[in-house]
């Protein structure tokens, strides 16, 4: 993916973004974290639904009606996914959404904008590094697929900072790092890059079992004589 997809420059011309998660900033964006947090753990729901069915059939089995165990199932479903569901909505909301700096050229102030809204602005003198880790697993001798690659991003802040975020798969790393160093560059703050190399552990080998051919005795190849 190129950098131009993290490093944006805002809609005024004067702020530039490095973007971390998609959304947030305003409130019709929050509205659709909100309701994307309830997406989230439907879906996992869903996914324990052969627990659930298992479950059901045990009920039936010892003597509930399926109609009744199906209804209790489903009330403890929906009531676990509307106790979960504010705890991480919450957390969606304030997870920070994107970097935002000012001016465009040459920073002097940065901030956090997260699920709602935009931290103030604050000198970027607090802005310790930006790290870039990326994970790179190399193929083994014939393995006919791809190296795999992973880059993460953490902002480091005086106060703390925010991270590590996964950078979309595909990612071009060099080219982030050059674009984050022309970046804050001006303002002294240091852009880091740490790669981490493995080859991909090599698949056990089918065992052969059990080989069928040639003598099945010792003494096949002999002969008997009976005769005296």
Same mark, same amino acid.
């Given at each position: *993916?190129?950098?131009?997809?993290?490093?944006?420059?805002?809609?005024?011309?004067?702020?530039?973004?490095?973007?971390?998660?998609?959304?947030?900033?305003?409130?019709?964006?929050? @509205?659709?974290?909100?309701?994307?947090?309830?997406?989230?753990?439907?879906?996992?729901?869903?996914?324990?639904?052969?627990?659930?069915?298992?479950?059901? *059939?045990?009920?039936?089995?010892?003597?509930?009606? +399926?109609?009744?165990?199906?209804? @209790?199932?489903?009330?403890?479903?929906?009531?676990?996914?509307?106790?979960?569901?504010? +705890?991480?909505?919450?957390?969606?909301?304030?997870?920070?959404?994107?970097?935002?700096?000012?001016?465009?050229?040459?920073?002097?102030? *940065?901030? +956090?904008?997260?699920?709602?809204?935009?931290?103030?602005?604050?000198?970027?003198?607090?802005?310790?590094?930006?790290?870039?880790?990326?994970?790179?697993?190399?193929?083994?001798?014939?393995?006919?697929?791809?190296?795999?690659?992973?880059?993460?991003?953490?902002?480091?802040?005086?106060?703390?900072?925010?991270?590590?975020? #996964?950078?979309?798969?595909?990612?071009?790393?060099?080219?982030?790092? #050059?674009?984050?160093?022309?970046?804050?560059?001006? =303002?002294?703050? &240091?852009?880091?890059?740490?790669?981490?190399? #493995?080859?991909?552990?090599?698949? &056990?080998?089918?065992?052969?079992?059990?080989?069928?051919?040639?003598?099945?005795? =010792?003494?096949?190849?002999?002969? +008997?004589?009976?005769?005296?």
């Amino acid at each position: *993916m190129p950098a131009e997809e993290l490093i944006r420059r805002g809609r005024d011309g004067d702020t530039v973004d490095l973007v971390l998660e998609a959304g947030g900033g305003s409130w019709p964006a929050a @509205v659709l974290l909100v309701l994307r947090a309830l997406a989230t753990l439907l879906a996992v729901g869903l996914a324990f639904l052969p627990a659930v069915l298992l479950v059901v *059939m045990v009920a039936v089995i010892v003597g509930a009606t +399926f109609v009744a165990a199906v209804t @209790v199932c489903g009330v403890l479903w929906a009531g676990a996914a509307l106790l979960l569901w504010p +705890f991480l909505a919450v957390a969606e909301l304030r997870s920070v959404r994107r970097v935002q700096f000012t001016p465009a050229r040459a920073p002097t102030e *940065m901030r +956090f904008v997260r699920g709602v809204r935009a931290d103030a602005w604050a000198p970027i003198s607090g802005l310790r590094r930006i790290q870039l880790d990326e994970s790179v697993e190399e193929p083994y001798e014939g393995d006919p697929a791809p190296a795999a690659r992973t880059l993460t991003i953490t902002v480091v802040t005086s106060a703390g900072g925010d991270g590590p975020r #996964r950078a979309p798969d595909g990612t071009d790393a060099d080219a982030l790092q #050059r674009s984050l160093k022309d970046l804050l560059g001006p =303002a002294g703050v &240091p852009v880091l890059r740490h790669t981490e190399r #493995r080859v991909r552990p090599k698949p &056990p080998a089918p065992s052969g079992g059990w080989v069928y051919g040639g003598s099945g005795s =010792a003494n096949s190849g002999g002969g +008997f004589s009976g005769g005296g």
